[in-house]
């Protein structure tokens, strides 16, 4: 670096999470406060190119807004669902978003001429809570998002686990009932397949048959369950029976400090984590127990995420080479 550049004095990232319906954006300072924040629809049925477009326009448009706020935006991180190549910078595939190989990162350094880094959705999650939120101090951070889908984050001293092809953490693609209900992937019995929030949901109208009159959601299985009701708390245990199966096979791998869990689900609180505790104490076998909390940061968290990823790419390459 050149000793000449006068140091930003206020610097901030532009942050984007962009999920299938909605983006959740901010400008981040380095010590992780959210100085403004946005949202702006996704709507991904116009197609991946204008979504893309759409994702160009609000970055720029938040980095205008920082330097007339006297900020200075110093990089990009841009968060999005699916398989995500970091190291090219790709979003290389996405079921609800549409996108197929799109070079996030190039264009957006083309377009806004700063530093970008892309990340996938779930593993920058992961990230915040392991620096910002609920597993803040522990250096082996499992994250689990449970929402539609079911997916994981393994972050060991603050970085997430990637993968060779930028899929690793796919924890919902565990098998845990090989005669259980097929899932979107195809297979029978993945993890997702029966404790998602969408398949709690749907186990329990397909048990209540006739008597259901209206979908019910995974929350009102769990408060449901809470009061007592027969079919509800069936449904909860077999629930809680398979997390435990996938978070014990998730043990057996990555040996964390604590397990964090997020995701609609997981707003079921103490329903959830009380029962799922004893689940998982009881398959612990020779290994460590983790400590189970539930996330801290709520939805910022993949925004969060992704500044953090950003801030990587700025402060670079010297941390990297010495890990
Ligand atoms: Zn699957």
């Known amino acids: 670096m050149s000793g000449g550049d006068a ?33 702006h629809p996704t709507d991904a049925a116009r197609g991946p190119a204008a979504v893309a477009a759409t994702i160009l326009d609000v970055a720029e ?3 205008d807004k920082a330097r007339a706020d006297g900020l200075t935006p110093i990089a990009v991180g841009i968060a999005v ?12 595939w996405s079921a609800n978003v549409g996108f197929r190989d799109v070079p996030l990162r190039d264009l957006a350094v083309r377009r806004l001429g700063l530093p970008t880094a892309l ?7 992961g990230l915040a809570e392991a620096r910002l939120g609920a597993g803040r101090g522990t250096g082996h951070v499992l994250f689990v ?33 090989p005669d259980g209900p097929r899932c979107g992937c195809g297979r029978p019995g993945c993890l997702e397949a029966v404790a998602s929030a969408a398949a709690v949901g749907r186990r329990y109208a397909e048990l209540a048959g006739e008597a259901a009159d209206a979908p019910v959601s995974a929350a ?14 069936q449904v909860w245990q077999e629930t809680v029976e398979a997390l435990a199966d996938g978070l014990a096979s998730g043990q057996a791998l990555f040996d964390v400090a604590t397990i964090v869990l997020g995701g609609g689900l997981a707003q079921a609180g103490d329903l959830l984590l009380t ?23 709520g939805d910022e968290a993949g925004c969060l995420g992704a500044a953090l990823l950003a801030m990587d790419a700025v402060r670079g390459h010297d941390h990297q080479e010495k890990r």
Do not use: N, W, Y
């Open 275 to 297: 029962p799922l505790r004893a689940a998982l104490h009881e398959r612990m076998t020779f290994h460590r127990e983790p400590q189970l909390v539930a996330a801290a940061l």
């Open 220 to 233: 009102e299985v769990a408060e449901r369950a809470a009061t007592g009701e027969p079919l509800a708390s």
């Open 61 to 63: 448009g938040l980095a």
């Open 145 to 177: 998002a449970i929402g539609t889908g079911i997916a994981a984050a393994h972050v060991v001293d603050g970085h997430a686990a990637v993968g060779a092809h930028g899929a690793a953490g796919e924890i919902g693609h565990i098998l845990v009932r």
């Open 119 to 125: 990340g996938h959705d779930v593993r920058v999650g």
């Open 81 to 92: 669902p699916g398989v995500v190549d970091e190291a090219r910078g790709v979003a290389v």
């Open 7 to 39: 140091a930003p004095t206020d610097p901030v990232v532009v942050a984007l999470d962009v999920g299938g319906t909605g983006m959740k954006c901010a400008l981040v300072r380095p010590d992780g406060v959210a100085v403004r924040t946005e949202r």
